[in-house]
């Protein structure tokens, strides 16, 4: 009888329920029922991935402020927004007006965006760094506008650096002065010397590819595909990768499992005396590390084809499928004109060179003229832009340096990636 | 009692009037104390036996308990006792900091208003198609019911990712994009295999003796179903209701790729915080923990009846 009531209740309550909730659900508790892509309205969705939501947060206020647009941002973790990507422009049912995307994908995604070369005006071209400038412009139009960007530099630690007894004792043994290293050659010296006591000097990350390919890039060759023919196992490539894997006798052990997390995680804990990291890393050391306040910023160093890196920028793209063309390209627009915007978020980074300018002298931004000349450098270059890049680093590249790094033999281990990429191409 | 008349005294012999007392005694002590050393034995070994299962458990329940316990002490941790190397398990020093900032994150609450909507359309919609079908197939015995219920399961064996993609395409296609019913729908699927699999045990386990008596008392099928069958799989319906809810409470893919603004749930927020620039792993772990509190509290709310729902297949024939 109990069981029968309880049963009762038990259907009672669930019916009810069911029913509130079916009504309910016309519109989930998200927000007001901004429709996707509906046509003319002043709304727009903006896909953004988690990082990057901060960044647009104050352009958004400023665009409804100057436009009367306001933005819907979707924020979603990075590891999914290429599947919810792909999924959406190939249905032709968009649910975003605005999309950033990871350079990575861009040649993914050329189809299904719509050309924005009105918004790539002399001015534009002039203040957006040149990398990012050539990046953005696939089969003669330009499709997506740069809302920020980042790249390696350097990261020491200036208290190490400035302390008296190192200086003398770096001095006696390598005869010149502890300072930011601006060669190679004194990189290795300081990861050398650093390297005692149970601290490292440096860091060898085996689960990234980026930073081997800012070598490659330093010594004047294209990182690996040279158009369409794959140089991968050319000098410059091996001789990158040796100097990379050479760093490994001053750095923490298992670099193969070093990725970008734990590489970080060692410098905020005052593990490595030095790191090449992404510029933002400056701002977002933790108040309570040990290392907070005492780090300073330097540029990537130069090879001999000048200073090179790779940017990481993220580009505003206006798909083809949305309604809502006007207000999204609206919005681009305010990313650009109000690019600052950014940098006063947690995230602080800009796109435009005269927004990084017009921090680079206030305190708190001293990474900022590293980043700039970084990103002005000669040899600077953005990815090889096909679509297959994510997977040849996925499947290639990041494969080869976690084994060249555990002891393998570079020349072998470049020439069967050679293969592996010529495969994939085919 | 037999015992006792096996060492009752000789009273008829008259030699061993003055040593049998005490040979008796002795005898009889002996007696006892042999069989006091067997029961102690027993006893010994009956508490080595339970201290060995108790251990076995307790180190069981580390060994499950484990990985929450350290996100609930992480969630705790200032941003740098997050990231220690090596990792301390116990925060060095105690914060709220990470509960405030994963809480008054925008969309959160919302978040969590979706998940609660979301599944409890999708355990509802699991258990008005599994109980009928689980019933039919249990109590018919068709070639076609044992297609059926293999081919649910069949469906279990293809990645969610594969289905995942068509799937959005489908809801955009039909307008139900962004919404907690396209999601709740995406979810049944996921667990509806697995409650009508679950429910037919819970079927199987009901004696047809009952409905039959039932029908004999002036039931229809369906009215004995509706009296006797379904109070009686009371406990197995709670088992599979709370296997539905999880499903669809702690599932991301589908969330991932069918949710925008309106419906998003929490663990696509609680992913959120890995971002391409850094983790948060002390924002994370909080939100986690916060968003296991309802799943707890049902789980507690159900206990005897999922008790009762797991002993009712235990005791089938």
Known sequence: MSSRTTISRITAIGGLSTAVLLAATACGAGGPAATSGSAGTSTVNVLVEAGGHAELTGVAEQCKKETGISANFVELPYDGMFNRLSSEFSSGNVSFDVAALDSVWLPSFKDAVQPIDELFTDEAKKDIFPALVKEANVDGHFIGLPAWTNAEIILYRKDLFEDAKNKADFKTKYGYDLAAPTTWKQYQDISEFFTKDGMYGTDVKGGVETEWLAHVLQAGSPMVLDGDKVVIDNAAHKEALDFYVGLAKSAPSGAAQVDWAAAQNLFNQGKTAMTRFWAHAYRQIPKDSPVAGKVGAAPMIAGSAGVGAVPGPWYLTVPKATKNTDAAKKFVKCAYDYNDKGIESSLGLASRISAFEKYQDKPGYESFKPLIETLNGTATATRPGTEKWQQIVDTVLVPMLQKAVAGGDSATLLADAKKQIEDLLK | ?317
């Open chain 2, 1 to 317: 009692m037999r015992v006792a008349e096996r060492t009752k005294p000789d009273h008829g012999n008259a030699v061993a009037t003055a040593a049998q007392p005490v040979l008796q005694t002795t005898a009889r002590g002996s007696s006892r104390r042999r069989r006091g050393v067997n029961r102690e034995g027993l006893e010994a070994g009956r508490r080595s036996t339970r201290t060995l299962l108790w251990i076995l458990l307790a180190a069981a329940m580390v060994l499950y308990g484990f990985p929450f316990l350290y996100l609930l002490f992480t969630s705790f941790k200032t941003p740098i006792d997050t990231i220690a190397v090596p990792p301390t398990i116990l925060p060095r020093e105690w914060t709220l900091e990470n509960y405030a900032n994963a809480l008054g994150r925008n969309g959160v609450l919302a978040s969590f208003i979706n998940s609660i909507q979301t599944a409890i359309i999708s355990t509802v919609l699991s258990l008005v198609l599994a109980v009928p079908a689980a019933y039919g197939i249990t109590r018919y015995q068709t070639l076609s019911g044992r297609i059926f219920i293999m081919a649910a399961l069949v469906t279990r064996m293809v990645p969610p990712v594969a289905i995942g993609i068509p799937l959005a395409s489908m809801m955009a296609a039909v307008g139900l994009s962004d919404t907690p019913i396209a999601l709740s729908i995406a979810h049944t699927t996921i667990s509806l295999p697995l409650s009508i699999w679950l429910m037919s045990s819970f079927f199987e386990a009901v004696p047809k003796d009952l409905e039959e008596a039932a029908t004999v008392d002036g039931c229809s099928r369906l009215g004995a179903l509706w009296r006797v069958v379904i109070p009686v799989v009371s406990g197995g319906i709670a088992v599979t209701a709370i296997f539905a809810f999880l499903a669809s409470w702690n599932e991301f893919l589908f969330a991932l790729l069918m949710t925008a603004i309106r419906s998003q749930t929490t663990p696509v927020v609680i992913a959120n915080f890995q971002t391409q620039f850094g983790l948060d792993w002390g924002s994370m772990t909080a939100l986690a923990a916060v968003y296991s509190i309802p799943v707890i509290l049902l789980t507690l709310l159900l206990q005897r009846k999922i008790v009762a729902g797991m002993t009712l297949g235990a005791v089938k024939g």
